[in-house]
């Protein structure tokens, strides 16, 4: 019931929703130059710079795969994905704070703000991501079908990050140090998240730890799928996505409950 409210109300709105994704990226780049085409130098940059510092200078190797491009594949794979991760916990985090002229002014389902984050996001991503593609095309290091199973992998991971995403930004609005906090939180994340190094490395007990944290099974899935060429442990991923689809339920609940509280706290 609670998703087909949110549903009818965002199919509703859907014209604000697309303007807005718009309107945000269009302003990113309206007094440049190059306009959008800095969406695609700036990714481009990093594969570059990533591609030729590990695998032509450091010569960078993973365990157990004879490839140059083998590290920066697999350190691109993890960066991309997390930096996705963020951005959409990050925005999420500060939306509601950021549009109150919005909120106070203008009669909306206040659910198309979080939504319109994970679009202008996933927009983003989406550039990236297809330069990335073009480099695992060129350098030959392309997984083949196998390349399919990152879509729904990107999904289970988006679930969790708006879910998680709406929560915090609750939260933030009565409580100012969540934001503060969360991203000191992010830093410790990124590195208990196998994303600079690979978790083979690890002593068993640490592994074992680290299973724990919900962006492990993420990035390794999106990692085992672009480097390895293999499918992910699919029963792995279950934990996330189940967390992903709780958090996604407390976090409406939450919103609906505090509606009307959020506005005068803005």
Known sequence: MIFYNVLKGVLAYRGFIMGSVKR?????????????????????????VYTVIFSQIMRAKLPGID???????????????????????????NVFIEQANLIKKISFPRICLPIIVVLNAGLNFAIVFALFTGFLIVSGMFPG??????????????????????????LNVFFRDIGQFFNIFLQFWFWLTPIVYPSSILPEA?????????????????????????????????????????????????????????VDEL
């Open 67 to 93: 490839s140059a491009f083998a590290y920066s594949i697999y350190l691109c794979a993890g960066v991309l994905t997390w930096g996705l991760f963020t951005e959409i916990t990050g925005r999420s985090l």
């Open 206 to 262: 640490v592994v074992s730890l680290l299973v724990w944290n919900p962006m492990f099974s993420v990035v390794t899935a999106y990692q085992t799928i672009l480097v390895n060429g293999q499918w992910p442990q699919w029963q792995a991923l279950t934990p996330v996505t189940l967390m992903g689809v709780a958090l996604c339920l407390f976090g409406m609940q939450l919103f609906r409950k505090h509606a009307g509280e959020m």
């Open 24 to 48: 945000e990226f269009q302003s990113r780049y309206r007094n440049s130059i190059l306009g959008a085409v800095w969406s695609l130098l700036n990714p481009l940059a990093m594969i570059i």
């Open 145 to 170: 079908w196998v390349f399919l199973a990152v879509f729904p992998v990107l999904l289970i991971q988006i679930l969790f990050a708006i879910g998680l995403g709406i929560v915090l930004g609750v």
